[in-house]
């Protein structure tokens, strides 16, 4: 590899990089408007409140502002409900359409406003270092291609996430579509990850190829699976939480993790096999590679973020759901399967680090 095409695969590596981290700071962002309830705190979508600056204060609006953008929201919905019915998807429709809790409009509220609008900015920000990591792939296009497509791949889903994003507003935060909200961002996360990873087996001039490297890669399958659903069962859990919330009040706090049902038992009762098997994969990942190895580092970074995304959790269910915990909880479970996508990548690729088996052949060979 020449020096120029070196320089631009390390470019390309350190911004995608820091595209990836800035996903995860929107996944924080995001938890921090779910926690508050502030995602309903621009009506409107893209502009908020009708303007790219939201007002600071409620005499800024129109005295009708709640029928204003309720009425927005049926016509943008009743279109939705159309295609929805196009597709097949005729019972969701009809709840898009006839659900009357999603004409309510909430009381304007300053903190809650900004809140969602510093979140829709960081998500514009995220968008255009997605943009500009396929522009930087281009200069690869001729030695790996692949990279360049994936990258474009992330560009059209973040676009679709932005739509999707929208269709979140305009039904009024209904229960599915922030699940699959967050299974996209995952998704994306995921590409950035895998271009990332190529990028820098090409710098250390390593062939990406498949690498026997069973049961740990099966393993870290079923973890990234296991974590999927512990994620789309804590997306229900927080969407239970919030008809709680409505139900018993703010003063009642105290009693809303045992009305949350069967929903929250199953979720907390997959957290101790979700810590066994991260055991286990990072006791497997050690013996194949010793102390020394890249992935062994990472497997162990695995389970403490695991460790702190199950504490997390443990302060969210005995000290009545606090607001500054839920971000976070839903942050380390992200962070979680990204690392695990990450392990997977060098368990099933010959860019990682050489097993401690191989070393020890290759020094019986020389001696």
């Not at 320089?7 to 408007?33: D, E, H, M, P, W």
């Not at 900015?121 to 522009?135: K, P, R, S, W």
């Not at 957290?271 to 994969?281: C, E, K, N, Q």
């Not at 909880?329 to 401690?356: C, E, M, N, R």
Request: with cysteine.
């Amino acid at each position: 590899m020449s020096p120029t095409q070196s320089s631009n695969y390390r470019l390309f590596q350190k911004l995608s990089i820091t595209t990836v981290i800035a996903v995860y700071l929107l996944i924080l962002v995001g938890g921090v408007v779910r926690s508050t309830g502030s995602g309903m705190g621009c009506p409107d979508w893209p502009k908020c409140f009708g303007s790219w600056v939201p007002p600071t204060e409620v005499s800024q609006l129109p005295s009708d502002y709640k029928d204003v953008y309720s009425q927005q929201r049926v016509q943008k919905n009743s279109r939705l409900a159309s295609y929805l019915e196009k597709l097949g998807f005729a019972e969701l429709a009809y709840q898009v359409e006839h659900d009357e809790s999603i004409k309510e409009e909430a009381d304007f509220n300053a903190t809650k406003t900004w809140i969602e609008y510093v979140n829709r900015l960081i998500g514009a920000i995220i968008g255009l270092l997605v943009f500009a990591t396929f522009v930087a792939s281009l200069r690869l296009w001729k030695t790996d291609p692949v990279l360049t497509i994936t990258s474009f791949s992330a560009v059209i889903l973040v676009g679709f996430q932005g739509w999707v994003g929208s269709l979140v507003v305009s039904t009024n935060l209904l229960p599915g579509m922030i699940t699959f909200h967050m299974l996209l961002a995952l998704l994306i996360v995921c590409l950035l990850i895998y271009v990332a990873y190529r990028a820098k087996s090409s710098v250390n001039s390593s062939r990406w190829k498949l690498k026997d490297s069973w049961p740990a890669s099966g393993l870290v399958i079923f973890l990234l699976l296991l974590t999927l659903a512990q994620i789309a069962l804590g997306t229900q859990v927080r969407e239970s939480v919030d008809m709680v919330a409505k139900t018993l009040g703010e003063e009642n706090r105290q009693g809303w993790i045992d009305a949350l049902g069967s929903v929250f038992t199953v979720h907390r009762s997959l957290s101790f096999l979700v810590v066994a098997m991260h055991v286990i994969v990072a006791a497997l990942i050690y013996q194949r590679f010793g102390v020394s190895g890249n992935l062994t580092k990472w497997s162990l970074v695995l389970v403490v973020v695991i460790g702190l995304e199950v504490a997390s959790g443990v302060i969210m269910a005995y000290f009545n759901i606090p607001r500054v915990a839920q971000p976070i909880h839903l942050l380390f479970a992200t962070v979680a399967f990204g690392i695990q996508f990450y392990l997977l990548l060098g368990l099933i690729s010959g860019s990682g680090s050489v097993d401690k088996y191989t070393q020890e052949s290759q020094q019986y060979v020389s001696y």
